[in-house]
């Protein structure tokens, strides 16, 4: 994940205490855990990577096997717990888990499609005292029901959207970028603004689950620069003008290199310190700063990775399968930088983000390979022959 307001913020006010800690030892730090509690959900989204349906599914974890894990993770070093899905709210004791979770000292999250919080739960949601709650909206209406397959799935999360702020919950409004939201990105920012929202995050599509058979919807290589280029400018805007706003990005760690272009082209002055600090951070952290586990108990690299198992929290405490026995995967996911092929190994910022999304890779055939997500030019990698992507506009 990209955090780029808190990177410019670190840029528009040295000194001023936004400093992002460097990558450490992989290994060795605890992740930052998302799990999650169930596979059932009320919609069947085109790109869910956990192939969720609106079904029972067997085998997953119970009330006294959740806590247990919440205790594991917890002598484990974990700090960081977002609760995911499926929907988290269909778990009968989500906040019983939630409630214990926050005893324990963790910093709590709710990832929810928002259309199951109304009027009969906002209060319980409210006494859970998330840290956080991440709502879906993968567009404007027609769009938004269209990608969740469920007509005023739009309305429903954005009435939840307006109770979690009435209830002053910080919210984010997630975006998973297609070449048919692209054209209401502007729009979407400025529902933002209408219903008060801190926090967009815009996810890049990783080709996973139900996400695999949808990649012929990925945007193309320039809308996704264009629509960075969009947040990069809207965040500093908000920097400059003292509105506490966190726009961040996930699932393309090319966004770090285009991010430090635009500083460039626009801060000059701050292009070396901001150099500096994305090598500190190190991009991709699949497998080390990420951990994800899912409704049965595996344990996966992160939460794209569920066709590839490195452990279970039923039969091995999460501390030995991370920190103390990882599985060979792991080890190589800790390489910085990763022993990658093609582009990738002869990218010149491979250092900054770390051979980006290996799930895409592994999707078009080589788990090593390079990332067909990445939209950087061949000259901007740095590669003998230079193959610029020139810069349109796209109606």
Not at 102 to 110: D, T
């Amino acid at each position: 994940m990209l955090r780029i307001s808190h990177y410019l913020r670190a840029l528009a006010h040295p000194g001023a205490g936004h400093v992002l800690s460097a990558r450490g030892t992989p290994g060795r730090r605890p992740p930052v855990v998302i799990w999650n509690l169930l596979r059932r959900c009320n919609l069947t989204c085109k790109h869910c990577y956990a192939t969720s349906a609106d079904s029972e599914f067997r085998d997953e974890l119970d009330t006294a096997e959740a806590l247990r894990v919440i205790d594991d993770l917890h002598a484990a070093g974990v700090k960081v717990l977002i609760l995911s899905g499926g929907e988290p709210l269909l778990r009968d004791d989500i906040f019983l888990l939630s409630d214990y979770a926050r005893e324990k000292g963790f910093f709590v999250a709710l990832s929810t499609n928002g259309t199951l919080i109304d009027a009969h739960n906002i209060e319980r949601i409210v006494a859970a005292r998330y840290d956080y709650v991440g709502i879906s909206i993968d567009g404007l209406e027609a769009v938004h029901d269209d990608w969740r397959q469920l007509k005023g799935s739009f309305a429903a999360s954005m009435h939840a959207i307006d109770l979690c702020r009435q209830h002053d919950i910080r919210v984010g409004l997630r975006t998973t970028l297609t070449q048919h939201n692209y054209p209401q990105l502007p729009a979407l920012l400025e529902l933002m603004r209408e219903h008060d929202v801190q926090k967009f995050y815009l996810s890049h599509l990783n080709y996973s689950g139900r996400g695999k058979r949808s990649r012929k919807a990925d945007a193309h290589h320039q809308m996704t620069r264009d629509a960075m280029r969009q947040l990069f400018e809207q965040a500093w805007d908000d920097v400059c003008n003292g509105r506490e706003t966190d726009f961040v990005s996930g699932n393309n760690d090319a966004d770090a290199i285009l991010l430090l272009q635009w500083v460039t082209e626009n801060l000059p002055q701050h292009a070396e310190r901001l150099e500096q600090m994305l090598r500190a951070w190190g991009g991709n952290a699949s497998g080390s700063g990420i951990a994800n586990i899912d409704n049965i108990g595996d344990v996966h690299p992160d939460t794209y990775w569920w066709q590839h198992t490195v452990g279970n929290v039923r039969r091995t405490s999460f501390r030995e399968i991370w920190l103390e026995q990882p599985e060979p995967l792991l080890v190589q996911l800790r390489e910085h930088p990763r022993a990658v092929e093609g582009r990738c190994a002869q990218c010149r910022w491979l250092s900054i983000c770390n051979g980006n999304t290996r799930t895409r890779a592994w999707a078009a055939g080589n788990l090593w390979g390079e990332d067909p997500g990445c939209y950087l030019s061949d000259e901007e990698i740095g590669l003998a022959q230079p193959s610029c992507i020139p810069r349109v506009e796209i109606a």
